[in-house]
């Protein structure tokens, strides 16, 4: 039996919520062999973040190199890129080695709001990589960023997605955990592929302990996209992946703490 094997290009998280580290947890959960490059070293906890430490980009070039020279990698998600040069480098690496399918993460602020993306950079990602994504997986504000549409409902959200696929990007995931409807029960995503619009509704729950949601779910989508699942399906496992890592908080951290990564595969013996 083949061993589906998955990348993260990702920044760290020193505490191990977010960034590669929970990428890597959610890949060993999935039963795909995870691998890594790493862009940035955030120095983080649930409180904060304090610094940020940009690996050099021929280190970024390398470790892509060493990945492409040796394993067949079947998809792969990016995460953290910090600055413009950074994704520049990527986008460029990415046109020279095959990984398979990008889930697109396109992270530009921690959980408290701390940004880890210049600003001056989201017309980097728009331009160079939106385009290369099968999945992008943008939370509202990022959303907003990227296609400068304010989303507050389904129509708004049609909008935006139409625009990201208008640059390039396949399907689109946006996640809608920042609605100012923070009254409401449900929390809805929105998935928009080639052909359909598809509600994915969960319950919302009402905890600070949701440090690394987008990493841990777009982390999910690659990997059953590297076994072999088609993209609904593979947005479908990780939105109850996502879900069961949140409504069974760890409880660990002073601030926003992380999201629980063997939830589902507890909840699912």
């Not at 890594?36 to 070039?61: K, R, W």
């Not at 993460?105 to 980097?124: C, H, R, T």
């Not at 995503?189 to 990493?215: A, I, K, N, Q, V």
Request: charged share 15%; with cysteine.
């Amino acid at each position: 039996m083949s061993i589906a094997q998955a990348l993260t290009i990702a920044g760290s998280d020193n505490c191990g919520g977010a960034g590669f580290q929970a990428d890597l947890k959610t890949f060993q959960m999935q039963h795909v062999f995870g691998m890594t490059t790493i862009t940035a070293i955030p120095v983080q906890n649930s409180m904060g973040v304090y610094a940020i430490h940009a690996i050099p980009l021929d280190i970024i070039e390398g470790q892509l190199k060493a990945i492409a020279d040796d394993y067949h990698i079947s998809a792969f998600k990016i995460g953290m890129l910090n600055n413009t040069e950074t994704i520049e480098c990527i986008a460029n690496a990415l046109k020279k080695y095959d990984f398979g399918k990008m889930v697109l993460d396109p992270v530009m602020y921690a959980k408290n709001g701390d940004p880890l993306l210049q600003p001056s950079a989201v017309e980097a990602l728009r331009c160079h990589l939106v385009p290369m994504a099968e999945v992008i997986t943008p939370n509202l504000p990022e959303a907003e960023a990227l296609t400068g549409i304010h989303i507050v409902d389904d129509e708004t959200a049609i909008q935006a997605a139409k625009l990201l696929q208008q640059m390039g990007a396949k399907n689109i995931v946006i996640k809608g955990g920042h609605t100012q409807n923070s009254q409401s029960e449900v929390c809805r995503d929105w998935l928009f592929t080639p052909t359909e619009t598809l509600h994915l509704d969960s319950p919302r729950f009402y905890t600070r302990h949701t440090h690394g949601t987008g990493c841990t779910f777009s982390a999910c989508i690659a990997a059953e996209l590297a076994k072999g699942h088609d993209v609904v399906a593979a947005v479908k496992t990780a939105k109850a992946f996502i879900t069961a890592a949140i409504s069974h908080p760890l409880n660990i951290g002073h601030g926003n703490g992380p999201t629980n990564h063997w939830a589902y595969s507890q909840l699912n013996k």
